[in-house]
């Protein structure tokens, strides 16, 4: 930003989150001020081949041993793709966090876990897949089922992902679309500035997810 000055070096750097498409992390370096963006894929927390663990890579970048702990933790949206495998990591104390900035989850998930209440585990899964990002036609069996349960377990472990953070003591900023003047202060030195979406829009995207799920819902039990 202007008038910042920024703290030296900079760096950024686009985490391996594998083949499977999309998916982002990003780790982003302001001197001693590291910032997380994304957690790629549910299953990024081990390695795939050549392609290295989420952990595997955190080590390489920030040092340390087996708990990687970064100043800001952010979740761009809350997709699988994007939250990945950082309940997984939270859980596991792999990953800890000084703050983290999230969408609040009444927002991510309007429709709420009693919405599934007295579904099959199939019919939950096909509804909750279908507040995911399209999949390709051509994606072969064991990646759909473990797309589907993965959409399944998301609302549980993100929420259960918040509850750990503070329980570690991470400052969990759940964003709802109002100005954060503390956030943006206590990350004054790299020029943080929270620049949308307004909360009008993300009712109106919140609004959205929930009459998706319960048509998905109203669907998925009518089969």
């Not at 000055?5 to 992390?25: C, I, N, R, T």
């Not at 795939?48 to 890579?57: C, D, K, L, N, Y």
């Not at 609040?104 to 990002?133: I, W």
């Not at 009459?211 to 669907?219: E, K, L, V």
């Amino acid at each position: 930003r202007e008038g910042v000055q920024m703290a030296k070096p900079f760096s950024v750097h686009l985490l391996d989150v594998g083949q499977e498409k999309y998916g982002d992390a990003i780790l982003c370096r302001f001197g001693d001020t590291s910032v997380l963006i994304d957690g790629a894929h549910p299953g990024n927390h081990r390695r795939h081949g050549r392609h290295p663990s989420i952990p595997e890579q955190l080590a390489d970048l920030l040092g340390g041993g087996a708990r990687h702990e970064v100043d800001l933790l952010v979740i761009s949206h809350a997709h699988q793709d994007h939250v990945g495998c950082l309940p997984k990591l939270v859980q596991d104390d792999v990953l800890r966090a000084e703050a983290a900035l999230l969408v609040h989850p009444d927002l991510a998930f309007p429709a709420g876990t009693d919405a599934f209440a007295g579904m099959s585990d199939a019919a939950r899964r096909a509804a909750a897949a279908v507040r995911e990002e399209y999949m390709p036609p051509d994606m072969d069996r064991d990646t759909l089922e473990r797309f589907l349960a993965d959409a399944a377990r998301l609302e549980d472990g993100y929420r259960e992902m918040i509850a750990s953070l503070e329980s570690a003591g991470t400052t969990v900023y759940r964003f709802t679309g109002r100005a954060m003047p503390a956030l943006e202060k206590r990350f004054r030195s790299i020029g943080l500035r929270i620049l949308g979406p307004s909360s009008r829009q993300l009712q109106a995207c919140s609004a959205a997810l929930d009459s998706i799920t319960r048509d998905a819902i109203a669907d998925a039990t009518e089969i």
